[in-house]
């Protein structure tokens, strides 16, 4: 089975441009996740997706961040404008859905390294 | 690939011998909890998970130890292995299938 697909592997890019990764989840996963991983840090989400619906963005910083999934598969993350701060690897992770209380494995793709100069 | 543990704790073991190491999670309420594994320039790989209503649970050559009543977690490497060099997150799942990460440690094999 393929697993999750980032690109691009590893970005630089100057403050104040703009940037965007895409991620291609596990077939047939409904839940996609977006994690921003600073150096020395465990992830963090960003935003997480059910099929093309938003479930949780609580952590987006939504003035320079956004994220879409508009058919309910491919996802994109963009940053505009990007600061100092954001440099990270961003992780890409899908899982089946779940209901009633029922947890399932996040798959995590390989992840984007972003440096902000 | 770029290292993720350039400021995380370190643990160094020899090859053979047992390793632990500890989380502390934030939130009562968590009731799944889950140890990940993350080498260098790839994204954090499942290795065992934990329910609430569970105090330990044994895998192949991993164990995870739940302590409700101080909010720690344990992972016990059985007999470590070169390949068992990475960073080793816990993570608590809330409500949705969101997870909490903790700040991870890194494990070094010494030959």
């Known amino acids: 089975e393929a697993g999750v697909a980032q690109s691009p592997r590893y970005k630089i890019i100057e403050k104040r441009q703009s940037v965007a990764f895409w991620c291609n989840p596990i077939s047939g996963h409904a839940t996609l996740y977006w994690y921003q991983q600073i150096l020395g840090q465990g992830p963090k989400l960003l935003i997480q997706?059910?099929?093309?619906?938003?479930?949780?963005d609580s952590q987006l910083p939504k003035d320079r961040f956004s994220a879409e999934r508009l058919k309910g598969v491919d996802s994109t993350l963009k940053i505009q404008p990007a600061k100092l701060e954001d440099s990270a690897v961003y992780l890409c992770?899908?899982?089946?859905?779940?209901?009633?209380?029922?947890?399932?494995?996040?798959?995590f793709g390989p992840g984007t390294r972003l440096t902000v100069t | 690939g770029e290292s993720v543990g350039l400021h995380l704790p370190t643990l160094s073991v020899q090859e053979g011998d047992n390793s632990i190491i500890n989380c502390a999670y934030s939130?009562?309420?968590?009731?799944?909890f889950i140890w990940y594994k993350q080498e260098s320039g790839k994204g954090p790989q499942f290795i065992i998970d934990?329910?609430?209503?569970?105090d330990k649970r044994q895998g192949q050559r991993v164990t995870v130890l739940l302590n409700k009543t101080v909010k720690h977690l344990s992972l016990q490497i059985a007999a470590t292995q070169p390949g068992d060099s990475a960073v080793y997150f816990c993570?608590?799942?809330?409500?949705?299938?969101?997870?909490?990460f903790g700040g991870g440690t890194r494990v070094l094999v010494k030959p």
């Open positions: 939130n009562s309420a968590s009731d799944y």
């Open positions: 992770a899908s899982s089946l859905t779940g209901g009633g209380g029922t947890s399932y494995e996040q798959y």
């Open positions: 993570a608590e799942e809330a409500a949705g299938n969101k997870l909490t």
């Open positions: 997706f059910q099929n093309n619906g938003v479930v949780d």
């Open positions: 934990i329910r609430s209503n569970m």
